[in-house]
T-cell receptor, first 109, second 117 residues
Framework: QKEVEQDPGPLSVPEGAIVSLNCTYSNSAFQYFMWYRQYSRKGPELLMYTYSSGNKEDGRFTAQVDKSSKYISLFIRDSQPSDSATYLCAMGGFQKLVFGTGTRLLVSP | DTGVSQDPRHKITKRGQNVTFRCDPISEHNRLYWYRQTLGQGPEFLTYFQNEAQLEKSRLLSDRFSAERPKGSFSTLEIQRTEQGDSAMYLC???????????????FGSGTQLSVL
């Protein structure tokens, strides 16, 4: 079993929809949780950073961490075609980050 | 450009050749990471440095792979006797960690795409 599980998708939604992306993990030592966006043939771009549990909001993006369930989510409101990309969850303790496989999101106009 | 810089962007080599990649982190960052990513997968950790010290290496990193970070600035990743299975995107990332018992935002470069023929 992988330390971090993420549905690879693709997830197809119409423009304006609310998107929900999720990851589960098995390592209870993880304290740092991040979401990255990656366009084809580019490096990952940091979207959200959370320490421990709770919610964090930044514009159209909301990140949630539930450590008791070992479950993290990223919500995208009013999705745009430019949001079409692969979304990677990443998490870790004091050293390296472990990544999910990424969920490919397609937002159609 | 003050982001993480990687060179070259693309590298095509023949099996058995040696290749070297360079990464220049964000200038004030003390941690530098190397990851490898294949198509349809998330980045896999290879190794990381805090300043010039290499603190962890993945079991994925065979003895054909070596990384250095002289003087805690730029880093190089060398692959000797390349194999077709080494074909991947090699990503470098950096962060500013306050100490060993902390973690901070990782910022990635654009990667080096390696193709081994």
């Amino acid at each position: 079993q992988k330390e971090v599980e993420q549905d690879p998708g693709p997830l197809s939604v119409p423009e304006g929809a609310i998107v929900s992306l999720n990851c589960t993990y098995s390592n209870s030592a993880f304290q740092y949780f991040m979401w990255y966006r990656q366009y084809s043939r580019k490096g990952p771009e940091l979207l959200m950073y959370t320490y421990s549990s709770g919610n964090k909001e930044d514009g159209r993006f909301t990140a949630q961490v539930d450590k008791s369930s070992k479950y993290i989510s990223l919500f995208i409101r009013d999705s745009q075609p430019s949001d079409s990309a692969t979304y990677l969850c990443a998490m870790g303790g004091f050293q390296k980050l472990v990544f999910g496989t990424g969920t490919r999101l397609l937002v159609s106009p | 450009d003050t982001g993480v810089s990687q060179d070259p962007r693309h590298k095509i080599t023949k099996r058995g050749q040696n290749v070297t990649f360079r990464c220049d982190p964000i200038s004030e960052h003390n941690r530098l990471y190397w990851y490898r990513q294949t198509l349809g997968q998330g980045p896999e950790f290879l190794t990381y440095f805090q300043n010039e010290a290499q603190l962890e290496k993945s079991r994925l990193l065979s003895d054909r792979f070596s990384a250095e970070r002289p003087k805690g600035s730029f880093s190089t990743l060398e692959i000797q006797r390349t194999e077709q299975g080494d074909s991947a995107m090699y990503l470098c990332a950096s962060s500013l960690a306050a100490g060993v018992r902390t973690n901070e935002k990782l910022f990635f470069g654009s990667g080096t795409q390696l193709s081994v023929l």
